[in-house]
Nanobody
Framework: QVRLVESGGGLVQAGGSLRLSCAAS????????VGWYRQAPGKQRELVAN???????NYADSVKGRFTISRENTKNTVYLQMNSLKPEDTAVYFC?????????WGQGTQVTVSS
């Protein structure tokens, strides 16, 4: 059974930093594209960043230069380092793991940035 468990969310002031972690189980983690999405109230879920098995990364324009995604295959974990946070980064952040037809989601972790 596939399971993705996020941690590291919380409340932070604008300009601050948070590091999200997502631990995966039940999959061959190293071959999956893993990433982070977010959903703010009243808005659609959007891609924040992802990282393919080979290590190449992709970022939403709104977070480029502020967020960094990384993965540690030996720990089946993907991270999202978020710096220079803004109030508009406030959302529920979801971990995603995808490979061919397989698509798994975590339960989400709340990130709130106060102004």
């Amino acid at each position: 059974q596939v399971r993705l468990v996020e941690s590291g969310g919380g409340l932070v002031q604008a300009g601050g930093s948070l590091r999200l972690s997502c631990a995966a189980s039940g999959i061959l983690f190293s071959i999956y594209t893993v990433g982070w999405y977010r959903q703010a109230p009243g808005k659609q879920r959007e891609l924040v960043a992802n990282i393919i098995s080979g290590g190449s990364t992709n970022y939403a324009d709104s977070v480029k230069g502020r967020f960094t995604i990384s993965r540690e295959n030996t720990k089946n974990t993907v991270y999202l380092q978020m710096n220079s946070l803004k109030p508009e980064d406030t959302a529920v952040y979801f971990c995603n793991a995808r490979h061919l037809i397989h698509d798994a989601w975590g339960q989400g972790t709340q990130v709130t940035v106060s102004s």
